[in-house]
């Protein structure tokens, strides 16, 4: 089955929709955009551009995907944010592309959970099975190992590490790399234990 798309959506040429791809109304997809099988943009999401999603995603309201890093070395180029299947992206979230400076992509993991208002910066990676709940962010090059989960509010500085099922306590502030296993807590986050 074709693609379905709205007719207040507007599509680039360049685009790929994949089969069974929905794209809601009011949405914008930009040039150099992939969509893969089954992927569902519910109403005005936006990616701007050089973004690959895998399949079955869904992305909510408002959320920005493939956004200009917000890093003073980027000077246009082609740099990528690649997501794969089965994720599901909340109401204005927002995920960056890479900087030819640091990976020249951001990598989003499978079945990850991105609650609304969060913000994955240029650069990082995602693991599989991360859960980044309200309003969580990411700085850029920041390193996120599978089945991690970020609390509400919770801030990750850059080029930090989050190792694999970690946990990162709401409000928390992580200026320091977190082992696998570890739970993050307090308001200048240290290890409070294991998860």
């Avoid at 996120?144 to 709401?170: K, N, P, T």
Wanted: overall charge positive; aromatic content about 4%; glycine content about 14%.
């Amino acid at each position: 089955m074709t693609a379905k798309v709205h007719p207040t959506a507007v599509v680039d040429k360049s685009a790929e929709l994949g089969a069974n791809v929905d794209v809601g109304p009011g949405c914008v997809i930009g040039p150099n955009v992939k969509l893969g099988e089954g992927t569902r943009l519910t109403a005005h999401v936006f990616i701007e551009s050089h973004t690959e999603l895998g399949k079955n995603n869904t992305v909510f309201p408002f959320a920005v995907l493939g956004g200009t890093p917000q890093d003073l070395s980027y000077k246009g180029e082609p740099t990528k944010l690649v997501i794969g299947d089965n994720n599901v992206i909340r109401e204005h979230a927002s995920l960056h592309r890479g900087t030819v400076r640091g990976r020249s992509v951001t990598r989003i993991g499978n079945d990850c959970l991105i609650m609304g208002n969060c913000h994955v910066a240029h650069d990082c990676i995602i693991g599989n099975n991360v859960i980044m709940a309200q309003t969580a962010t990411i700085g850029g090059h920041v390193q996120v190992g599978d089945f991690a989960f970020l609390g509400g509010l919770a801030g990750v500085h850059q080029h930090g590490r989050v190792g694999r099922y970690a946990f990162v306590g709401a409000s928390a502030a992580m200026r320091t790399d977190l082992i696998p296993f570890g739970s993050a807590i307090g308001k200048h986050a240290h290890l409070g234990g294991v998860n």
